[in-house]
């Protein structure tokens, strides 16, 4: 008896996963927002205040060991318009006895925004930085990818002693280095015309997509889904271009910033990525005296979507090198 009922119930569970899929893909939407993190990758929601912005943030604790001592801390960072549940599915494969922090920058996902407030890039580390001292953290891995990606750079050029690994994932700086890698994508977004990344339509949607990921195909949505996800975005478009508007206004020396990075530093870029050019990589791999890189096949830009698995692999491999080591540890001349 027991078979035939889990077998009716699994049939209704998937039956009825369907129905929001095609009727109600809001609802869907919702509640993936809302559990999907914990349910894939056992990640807690939580909140936190500081000065004015409501920070959103899954949180996961270690499993067998102690959060920030033998458990440091390992913060990820979501691109422009994207938000935390992007990390979700890599977060899936890496190990349980990491203390993993995934916040949502200002404007993004569940994150509040605060207009005129600065969102430079010396701004939004100022911001991320106030959001660490609040929460109590004070030395920590960080990743990110594209926006956040430069946020973390910027943070470690900053505050050097606070970062214990750095893990850029194609941060927007190969078309700064020279403006041949400039891609038709990265035109459109500071251009001033229609950006890409702010889609007003589904096929406009599916156009980015095609851009964002290698492997648009497979996560192409219905376009009832689209809309519904689209529904969700365009709220939150004043907010992004306004930080578009503060980044490009006070566009930090990038070849400075990098060059005295000293933290240890993970370089990683996929190899078909059509918004920050794949050439980028190795110049900043050549800036960063302190830094490894990887290339992903068969990648785009958005690297935790289109390979979750190989971006756990990836990240284990160089953070666990180096997790036990502080930050005055991690000098060129002792690695």
């Not at 660490?132 to 990743?143: D, P, Q, R, S, Y």
Request: aromatic share 8%; net charge positive; glycine share 6%.
């Amino acid at each position: 008896m027991i078979i035939p009922f889990l077998l009716i119930s699994s049939c209704g569970a998937v039956l009825a996963l369907a129905t929001l899929y095609w009727f109600c893909p809001s609802i869907l939407l919702s509640g993936y927002k809302r559990f999907g993190g914990y349910l894939i990758a056992g990640l807690h929601r939580k909140q936190l205040t500081v000065n004015g912005i409501t920070y959103a943030y899954y949180e996961r604790l270690p499993v067998g060991r102690v959060k920030g001592e033998d458990a440091p801390a390992v913060l990820f960072l979501h691109g422009f318009t994207a938000d935390k549940t992007m990390w979700t599915m890599t977060i899936r494969h890496l190990p349980k006895e990491w203390w993993i922090i995934v916040l949502d920058l200002p404007g993004h996902g569940d994150t509040s925004f605060v207009q005129n407030a600065g969102y430079c890039a010396s701004g939004m580390v100022t911001k991320l930085n106030e959001f660490l001292e609040a929460f109590g953290l004070h030395h920590l891995h960080i990743v990110g990818t594209s926006l956040g990606a430069l946020v973390a750079a910027n943070f470690a050029y900053q505050y050097p002693t606070k970062v214990m690994s750095l893990s850029l994932l194609c941060p927007p700086v190969a078309h700064r280095l020279s403006e041949d890698l400039a891609t038709e994508a990265m035109k459109s977004i500071e251009g001033g015309g229609r950006n890409i990344l702010l889609p007003t339509d589904v096929d406009e949607l599916h156009s980015m997509m095609n851009v964002a990921f290698y492997h648009a195909d497979r996560l192409k949505f219905h376009r009832r889904m689209s809309a519904a996800l689209l529904d969700e975005q365009l709220p939150k478009y004043d907010y992004f271009k306004e930080i578009i508007r503060d980044l490009l206004k006070s566009q930090e020396d990038v070849k400075t910033l990098t060059e005295n990075i000293t933290t240890k530093t993970l370089v990683v870029w996929g190899e078909h990525d059509k918004i920050c050019h794949p050439s980028g990589a190795a110049l900043l791999h050549k800036l960063i005296k302190n830094s490894e890189l990887v290339m992903v096949k068969n990648c785009g830009h958005a690297i935790p979507v289109d390979r979750p698995r190989k971006t756990a692999i990836i990240l284990k491999k160089f953070i666990s090198q180096i997790k036990s080591l502080s930050n005055s540890d991690l000098s060129p001349e002792v690695i």
